[in-house]
């Protein structure tokens, strides 16, 4: 007699076992397993929703593959690259180094869960997520490596996170706080539950879209592939989190969310919101980075807290508002300090003002005199008159600079402990600060690094600690660098 699948599979998933030579405890730790600790049998109602056997995930995943490798075959051709707006270039240079070590790091915690989860079936999913994010670091650097013949900066798709460029040690230091330096139980609600039912949708399916109609169809193939794959081992958080709240933990929980979004949103307005607004031809703008936000994850995001009854964020009021503002403001930031990327980056020209204008309607009457500034210098001085050289102010928690609302709307905070004064671009950095002392004081920003002597302080000396490679790897105005593609069009003010 043949078993069928649904005959075999739930015993298959619940092969839990009770330890006879070590105490449960020691099989799984506290610190790894995580807090609250309980006994197994408070998990052994753990269930996700998709179930699948090693069989099926292999043959899913060859198709998978299969369709990506068929897609950069067919567009291999040099004309083909060629043809791309330079702006999504660097969109795609920007994404391949802040995000494919990333994953990497992403398999690491699924291993972590992978070990340490407290139910069987938990292991299984983390299992194959491990090897989902295997894949996810496999694909960009693949297509990184294949893009090199066309630019020599897409070499950062591997060599961004082994440096201290400022933009990856912020996103280093949220992701080792998310992946690396957590438990599986922390990992599961911020990782599976927030980051990837929250955030991954718009850094994959909405740049899809954008790839699409910027007729990039590799690089909308390889991150909509992607995403199939966090859809599935994202339901890891859920039955994780519905276990803390049914023992007695839902304050833990709703901290360990109101966290992890606030630290999302802070790398997503600066990876994702400049890239989709700042770096992607008008033709493949479907929709604004707010609109995006509001229909992919802030939706998403309400039906998830609904779904636990667990409260909206406290800070709900100060993200709402930083959606009109925070990633324009940034993306100031990131023009006049372009030298230490290594993407260029783009002052919007008048068509691009007016998109802008159209969809947050206060656009030109906070920021465009600012970029007419910038003309100006242009026009009287050339470069030098329009790059920042003094020290921004970093945020101790995030580590971005302290710029993220609209001139006139401060909300940089600071805090004394010691003999030390912290900077916060906001309070709920400075909350999360406040709540985990222990696990972030010590830590120093590029600034702090630079005051004490520990990274240089001379520009050109800062490059080349930094991983940057001046003026070769340096970024530079989009339209006005040293290639002739750069020189036109020019925006005016």
């Not at 069987?120 to 295997?134: F, H, N, Q, V």
Request: aromatic residues 12%; contains cysteine; proline residues 4%.
């Amino acid at each position: 007699m043949v078993l069928r699948r649904d005959d075999w599979l739930d015993v298959a998933r619940k092969i839990d076992w009770s330890p006879r030579y070590v105490d449960e405890r020691e099989l799984f730790p506290e610190e790894l397993s995580g807090h609250p600790w309980l006994p197994h049998e408070e998990w052994r109602g753990w269930n996700e929703v998709y179930r699948t056997t090693y069989r099926e995930y292999v043959a899913n995943q060859r198709e998978k593959d299969a369709a990506v490798l068929g897609v950069r075959a067919a567009l291999s051709k040099p004309r083909l690259f060629d043809e791309l707006d330079p702006g999504w270039v660097q969109l795609v240079k920007f994404h391949n180094g802040a995000i494919a070590l990333a994953e990497y790091a992403g398999a690491v915690a699924e291993l972590r869960m992978a070990r340490f989860g407290r139910d069987s079936a938990w292991r299984m999913m983390a299992t194959l997520g491990a090897l989902d994010e295997i894949r996810h670091t496999q694909i960009p650097l693949l297509t990184g490596h294949d893009l090199l013949a066309h630019d020599g900066n897409f070499d950062w798709t591997h060599k961004a996170f082994h440096t201290d460029q400022w933009v990856i040690l912020a996103a280093r230091h949220l992701f080792d706080d998310m992946f690396l330096a957590a438990d599986a139980i922390d990992m599961a609600i911020q990782l599976n539950f927030v980051f990837e039912t929250g955030f991954t949708n718009l850094q994959f399916m909405a740049m899809a879209a954008m790839a699409d109609r910027a007729h990039h169809h590799l690089f909308e193939k390889t991150v909509a592939s992607i995403q199939t794959d966090e859809a599935r081992h994202a339901q890891i958080g859920h039955p994780v989190l519905r276990t803390l709240l049914e023992n007695g933990s839902r304050e833990r929980a709703q901290y360990l969310v109101d966290k992890m979004w606030w630290r999302c949103w802070r790398v997503f307005l600066a990876l994702t919101g400049t890239a989709m607004e700042y770096l992607t031809p008008l033709e493949a703008r479907a929709r604004s980075f707010k609109e995006f936000m509001n229909e992919w994850v802030n939706e998403q995001f309400m039906k998830n807290l609904a779904e636990f009854d667990l409260e909206q964020p406290w800070f709900w009021d100060l993200f709402t508002e930083e959606l009109d503002y925070a990633h324009h403001s940034f993306q100031l930031g990131l023009y006049t300090y372009r030298t230490t990327l290594w993407f260029d980056v783009a002052m919007p020209d008048r068509a691009e003002r007016e998109w802008l204008n159209a969809k947050y309607p206060r656009w030109e009457e906070t920021y465009g005199p600012l970029w007419d500034d910038l003309e100006r210098r242009w026009a009287a001085g050339g470069e030098s008159g329009t790059l920042s050289y003094g020290l921004p102010a970093l945020c101790n928690l995030c580590q971005l600079p302290t710029l993220f609302m609209r001139p006139g709307r401060n909300t940089a905070c600071t805090l004394e402990m010691g003999a030390r004064r912290y900077l916060f671009c906001s309070e709920p950095c400075r909350w999360i600060f406040q709540q985990e002392t222990e696990r972030f004081a010590d830590h120093k920003s590029v600034v702090d690094r630079i005051v004490v002597g520990e990274a240089p302080g001379k520009l050109t000396d800062l490059h080349r600690w930094m991983g940057l490679e001046a003026p070769v790897e340096t970024g530079k105005d989009l339209r006005r660098g040293l290639d002739p593609w750069r020189l036109d069009p020019i925006p005016t003010a």
